[in-house]
């Protein structure tokens, strides 16, 4: 394939298609990772790795099984989907997430005062429609 510069571009192999696969699944995990404020020794011990497996995994060295990907999803609470595709599906998967981790992170008082200031948000919305 000649590219508009004059040179040939080279055609990925399954093996770079591969490779890309594995770097962007490390990526995902360490930001899914990093969003939660986790270490690698925190998804380490919750997903039952070996800490260096999992920071290969992350570094996109080293190819990750079906087996790990489940165990990781879980402990991260997200889906394959995520881990392999990227970003949630649809707004209404993000919603649902993002309320799991305000139910975690969050008092039961603190949870009234939530709810109250996202009804407020979403009223003050509509208004502006």
């Known amino acids: 394939m000649l590219r508009m510069d ?21 990526s995902r995990l360490t930001k899914l990772r990093t969003t939660r404020g986790w270490q690698q020794r925190e998804l380490s ?7 260096p497996r999992l920071s290969r995994i992350e570094r996109g060295a080293a190819r990750v099984t079906l087996t790990e990907l489940v165990r ?20 209404e998967e993000e919603w ?23 009804r407020a948000l979403v009223q003050g919305l509509r208004g502006l429609g």
């Open 45 to 51: 011990r919750r997903a039952r790795f070996d800490p």
């Open 72 to 91: 990781l999803g879980q402990a991260l609470e997200t889906g394959l989907d995520e881990l392999v595709f990227g970003h949630c599906a649809s707004l």
């Open 6 to 26: 004059g040179s040939a571009s080279v055609p990925m192999t399954i093996e770079d298609l591969a490779a890309r696969l594995y770097r962007d699944i490390g």
């Open 96 to 118: 649902a997430h993002l309320l799991r981790d305000l139910e975690k992170a969050f008092t039961p008082e603190e949870l009234v005062f939530a709810r109250r200031l996202l």
